[in-house]
């Protein structure tokens, strides 16, 4: 069972350039979430699913975009990356809204 | 506004027994999540608490006190493993039905010999 998971693992990009981080879960979970991790912050929610096709914004929302089109898969596409986009990012699913949320084990991402 | 408060750091020697505090003020309350996050990896869940009172689970128990917007986790009998952030994380009122969790910054604990 391999849970959450999240790829690139690590990825260096210069200002300006766009990319999309995976995350595929093989739990059937409905619920997906993506969040960033900042030294001295917590998680902080960047956007939300509550199933397939239906998304919605979280805490940080800005200059990033999702989609669900399938159960399984929940990308983050960065637009136009910039410096204050580097970061450690989460993703997360749960089975419902009371259950807790299992993690993937992050992508490290650099914006020089 | 929604805010969670931590210790930022913790220190205590193997064998012993530690206490972590969050506090919270959030809009309406709908559970408490305690996680272990090792060094870089991911956070892994550890508790839920919804009502008052203790749970226990092995040599971890986490208490909440809704009323004063109050829960600790407890660690009992530490192993050098048991260094690592510890996640405090409010669920508010729901709002549109989804489990937008809030989370603390996180106690860095260092179990020493």
């Known amino acids: 069972n391999a849970g959450v998971t999240q790829t690139p693992k690590f990825q260096v990009l210069k200002t300006g350039q766009s990319m999309t981080l995976q995350c595929a879960q093989d739990?059937?979970?409905?619920?997906m979430s993506w969040y960033r991790q900042d030294p001295g912050m917590g998680l902080r929610l960047i956007h939300y699913s509550v199933g397939a096709g239906i998304t919605d914004q979280g805490e940080v929302p800005n200059g990033y975009n999702v989609s669900r089109s399938t159960t399984e898969d929940f990308p983050l596409r960065l637009l136009s990356a910039a410096p204050s986009q580097t970061s450690v990012y989460f993703c997360?699913?749960?089975?419902?809204?009371?259950?807790?949320?299992?993690f993937g084990d992050g992508t490290r991402l650099s914006i020089l | 506004g929604q805010n969670i408060d931590q210790p930022t750091e913790m220190t205590a020697t193997e064998g012993a027994i530690v206490q972590i505090n969050c506090t919270y003020q959030?809009?309406?309350?709908?559970?408490l999540f305690w996680y272990q996050q090792h060094a870089g990896e991911a956070p892994t869940f550890l508790s839920y608490?919804?009502?008052?009172g203790l749970e226990e689970k092995g040599r971890f128990s986490s208490f909440l006190s809704r009323s004063k917007g109050y829960s600790y986790l407890l660690l009992k009998e530490l192993q050098m493993k048991d260094s690592a952030s510890y996640l405090c994380?409010?669920?508010?009122?729901?709002?549109?039905?989804?489990?937008?969790?809030?989370f603390g910054a996180g106690t860095r604990l260092a179990v020493h010999p």
């Open positions: 739990m059937n979970h409905e619920y």
């Open positions: 959030t809009s309406g309350f709908n559970g």
């Open positions: 608490n919804v009502l008052d």
């Open positions: 994380a409010v669920r508010p009122k729901r709002a549109g039905g989804y489990n937008k969790l809030i």
């Open positions: 997360a699913s749960s089975q419902d809204r009371d259950q807790p949320q299992h």
